[in-house]
């Protein structure tokens, strides 16, 4: 392997059939970016549809008083928020139209983003409601809270409001990195609860949602696509999938300290139609491991019967996997990520990855269809005992034509910071190992800190944003 000099890879100009084939990604892109926009628009446009609900019962004629102003505005945040959290569970789904559209990251980003104003809309819509009811009343709070406490489905209201405040709040980033993803994962059960709990009192209160109304069954179709899609596409797809693929746990390979390869066998693993680059939520069926689930990347294209993960010992889960006895049933969901050859939009190819982020690259480059000199590829490593699956990718870029580099070491404590001192100091630098950059796709993985710096950086040399793609796994 070379080490990351200052050396220039050796490229070869383009064909007419790579010209055509960047063609044909570029527009594939722009397809998507469409379909993405698209999307967008049609979840931030279905919380405006939400509010004229409130217009459509003649809301606009309640805005007379004071009190019926602070009242109609309590039912239209409320309308909003709950418009918001479904959006919310319908892209937490994994839907398959969502994903190929935006990718799972861009999704759970998006789901995000949607969290904390759906939580200030439904906490500004139970004190507005109060302070609208008291006034109306004239009551004072404490009289106005206990009377709506007395009201038929209320309770479960106010339930369903404390179990959101948990969900979001442990959304935070802050607070996220405090959990494992399993503890994550049963708080987040609760936001189903708390959305169904919402339901009996939107449908018994006020005349918004009135029986009869068109109203009411736009509601209940908001609830039935929601709900709907998390039944779908979280329990009963994977289960047929998994069911129809019957994964078992093949050999437990140890390919360096605290990381193992497992190798599992199954059924018309093709019929997945996975990519490379793309990743699984996998759960192996033990008495120490079935409780919880890892989303993990293929390190190889899956055959027809044969598939391969890559696991590094990051904690208590991962590393009771190293420990999985032969013939151990797995189930999974996915795959998902747009991590994958599909995103490309570029003629050429770069791929920086460090540690076990290499997992998803080695798959990517194997499952890439590449001229000779169209990739470029460096490997990160902080000591030779982390260059994990190197001899596979080395194998692979000399059968594909694409040069490769290393950098191992101490992380440089001067620019470029993600990449190992030595090389640092003798003035490597991005644009030395990857001299066809802005005609590149850029594919980053990594630690979640390292891949951040990269990231950074590349996006500092003026490349489009949407030639960058980094895999976070994100829950």
Request: charged share 15%; hydrophobic share 50%.
């Amino acid at each position: 392997m070379a080490s990351a000099t200052a050396k220039r890879a050796a490229t070869l100009p383009t064909t007419v059939s790579a010209a055509r084939s960047a063609a044909s990604r570029r527009s594939s892109y722009r397809r998507r970016a469409i379909r993405s926009d698209l999307l967008v628009i049609g979840f931030w446009a279905s919380g405006a549809l939400a509010a004229a609900l409130y217009l459509l019962t003649g809301g606009a004629k309640l805005f007379s008083t004071p009190a019926a102003i602070v009242t109609s505005l309590g039912i239209v945040t409320g309308l909003i928020g709950t418009d918001f959290i479904l959006a919310m569970l319908v892209l937490a789904a994994r839907v398959p139209a969502i994903d190929s559209a935006i990718g799972h990251d861009r999704a759970m980003a998006l789901h995000r983003a949607l969290g904390k104003p759906a939580l200030y809309l439904i906490l500004a819509h139970a004190v507005l409601l109060l302070l609208g009811y008291a006034a109306t009343a004239h009551v004072d709070l404490v009289a106005q809270t206990v009377s709506l406490w007395n009201t038929p489905d209320m309770p479960i209201a106010f339930l369903g409001t404390g179990l959101l405040i948990a969900v979001v709040v442990t959304s935070l980033v802050a607070v996220r990195r405090k959990f494992s993803y399993e503890a994550w994962h049963i708080v987040h059960l609760l936001s189903y609860a708390a959305v169904l709990f919402a339901l009996p009192h939107q449908l018994s209160v006020g005349g918004v949602l009135a029986q009869g109304t068109a109203q009411r069954v736009y509601w209940i179709a908001l609830y039935v696509l929601a709900l709907g899609s998390i039944i779908t596409f979280r329990f009963v797809e994977p289960v047929v999938s998994t069911l129809r693929h019957r994964l078992r746990v093949d050999l437990v390979e140890k390919i360096a300290p605290g990381v193992v390869s497992i190798h599992l066998r199954g059924n018309s693993l093709r019929a997945l139609e996975s990519s490379g680059g793309q990743f699984f939520v996998w759960r192996f069926w033990t008495p120490r491991t079935w409780w919880h689930a890892h989303p993990i990347s293929l390190s190889a294209v899956p055959t027809d019967s044969a598939a391969r993960i890559t696991v590094r010992d990051l904690g208590t889960g991962s590393k009771q996997l190293g420990r999985v006895p032969r013939g151990t049933f797995v189930s999974f969901e996915g795959p998902y990520g747009l991590f994958t050859d599909a995103a490309r939009t570029a003629p050429k190819l770069a791929i920086i990855a460090a540690g076990i982020g290499i997992t998803p690259v080695r798959a990517l480059l194997e499952h890439s269809t590449l001229g000779p000199g169209e990739a470029t590829i460096l490997l990160r490593a902080s000591t030779e005992d982390e260059t994990y699956l190197w001899d596979e990718m080395q194998e692979l870029a000399t059968s594909k034509g694409a040069k490769l580099y290393t950098t191992i070491g101490p992380r440089s404590r001067r620019a470029p910071q993600w990449m190992a001192s030595a090389d640092a100091s003798r003035g490597v630098t991005l644009r030395s190992i990857f001299p066809w950059l802005n005609d590149s796709d850029v594919f980053i993985c990594g630690p979640q800190a390292w891949t951040d710096l990269v990231e950074a950086e590349v996006l500092r040399s003026g490349i489009n944003a949407h030639q960058v793609h980094t895999e976070r796994f994100d829950w």
